[in-house]
């Protein structure tokens, strides 16, 4: 294994594991969830999960990718449980499925980024966002990025990845800080922050058949588990580094974005008396440039460098989900890198295109990944971890750790067997109701 790449910098691994996490799931997804699912009871379970569910699992992860210097696929193999390879297929299977969608929201942006220059989105931005969301125009921004994606696929990992996500994590921290700052001077913050930040204990009771899975959803989603991208990155990480201080400062910094991204879209949407419930999959489209409208020249320069922001946030982590696959056959099957990483974003584009042709395909693919794939394919990746290399796991997670995991590594594996694992089968169990529309 000498010759295989490792990241040059630790910070290199981190900032691409940042930059696969922190994506439209944090700033398009997370207010429109939280919205959907009554605001700030929707935020405790979510906060909640990333810690409970999110963290374990991420280290599970970690765990896999390291031992084996493999991605996805091969992982299973190398770890001498061949039965186990059909996870990783799971997983790259629900990357697929979820990039396909992911690039026409990606697409959106694209189309902001350039209406920024004219202040077309500022007239009506409800009606704007109708017209460009589905059609063929998104069809052809849709295009636009998945090729984006592909071009920086080809290049390879340090070349493409490292590069783009290390200047990515500081500006969008500062760019969200500001607009946040700027949001609470407006009348509607005070409404909004009590929306968005005081939870209604008897209203996440009387909901959570439908909250919980949905928070759960959203933190995998953010920390992009399940799609053996986490597997993968980890398969490039040396022996010397602790397993336990990168997932922490990963999941840190990804909920630090989503919550920060809630503390711009509410006050925005609350001062424009638009009402969070009703926003939907436009939430963070409709409130950006309702808010800006009133700046004038400076409402368009600052759209443009958010959208720009959100633009390589997406592309950040839409790389990580094709570079998946790609590393698997590069790997595996020694096909050509940039040849391969062609024919399967074309593959992506044209499952994509239900999404960007008519409303409603883009929200079930969303709901089969997030509510389905996801947490299947997460519930077997940490039993296999918890029951099957279970020691293995343990001295892991201690490598390169120092004498603190002596006593927190068995205390994650006890996590994982139990806590961890009913959690997420009671999540699959839930998502699978509200899929088949059953009572529960
Ligand atoms: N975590 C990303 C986001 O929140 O936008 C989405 C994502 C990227 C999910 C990569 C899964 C993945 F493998």
Redesign the pocket.
Known sequence: MADRETWATRLGFILASVG??????????FPFQTATNGGAAFLLVYLVAVVVIGLPAILAEFVVGRRAERSAIGAFDRLGRPGWRAVGALGVFA?FW?LSY?SVVGGWVIRYVGASFTGAYFGAPNEYFGAISVGPEAVAFHAVFMALVVGIVAFGIEGGIERATKLMVPSIVLILLGLAAYGATLSGAAEAYDYFLSPDVGAIVANAPSVVPAAVGQAL??????????ITYASYIGDDESLGVDGVTIAAT?TFIGVLAGLVVFPLLFTQGVSPETSGPGAVFVAMPTALSALGLLGRVLGLAFFLVVLT??LS??I??LE?VVSYLVDNHGTERKRTSAVLGSVVFLLGLPSAWAEGWLGWFDSVAVGLLLPVAVLLVVFFVGWVMAEDAVDELRTGAGDRMDDLAPAWLWALRTVVLLAVVGTVALSLFNLTGAPV
């Open positions: 696969s996490a922190v994506g439209l799931g944090n700033i398009w997804r990357g979820t992911y989603f953010s920390l992009s588990l399940g799609f053996a991208v986490m990804n946030a997406a982590s839409a990580s989900l998946v």
